[in-house]
Nanobody, 124 residues
Framework: QVQLVESGGGSVQAGQSLTLSCAAS????????MGWFHRAPGKERTFVAT????????KYADSVKGRFTISADNAKNTMTLQMNSLQPGDTGVYYC?????????????????WGQGTQVTVSS
């Protein structure tokens, strides 16, 4: 089992920045990829970004390229999402998730463990 706890959400104005963090505990040695997903109000959860635990490979959703940056500290078992130039469409709950099989997957189902989510609200 891997336990995940997100933090760093909040309310900001459009154009501002937020940094989300995810702390992993438990069987962290089983993690191959870590990812962030976003659930906008009334919508399904969608992929935001993912990072490989080995090799540092990174993928982003087109909607966040150039604005969001994902990073990870394997020694501390943490992952960060730096979100710049936030837009009202970025509003929603952000979830941290881990994949214990591989990395780079952008759909929800392969991810084995999920955090409880952290709320981000961007007002115009």
């Amino acid at each position: 089992q891997v336990q995940l706890v997100e933090s760093g959400g909040g309310s900001v104005q459009a154009g501002q920045s937020l940094t989300l963090s995810c702390a992993a505990s438990g069987r962290t040695g089983s993690i191959r990829g870590m990812g962030w997903f976003h659930r906008a109000p009334g919508k399904e959860r969608t992929f935001v970004a993912t990072i490989s635990r080995i090799g540092g490979g990174i993928k982003y959703a087109d909607s966040v390229k150039g604005r969001f940056t994902i990073s990870a500290d394997n020694a501390k078992n943490t992952m960060t999402l730096q979100m710049n130039s936030l837009q009202p469409g970025d509003t929603g709950v952000y979830y941290c998730a881990v994949d214990t099989t591989t990395w780079g997957r952008t759909s929800i189902s392969p991810y084995d463990f999920w955090g409880q989510g952290t709320q981000v609200t961007v007002s115009s």
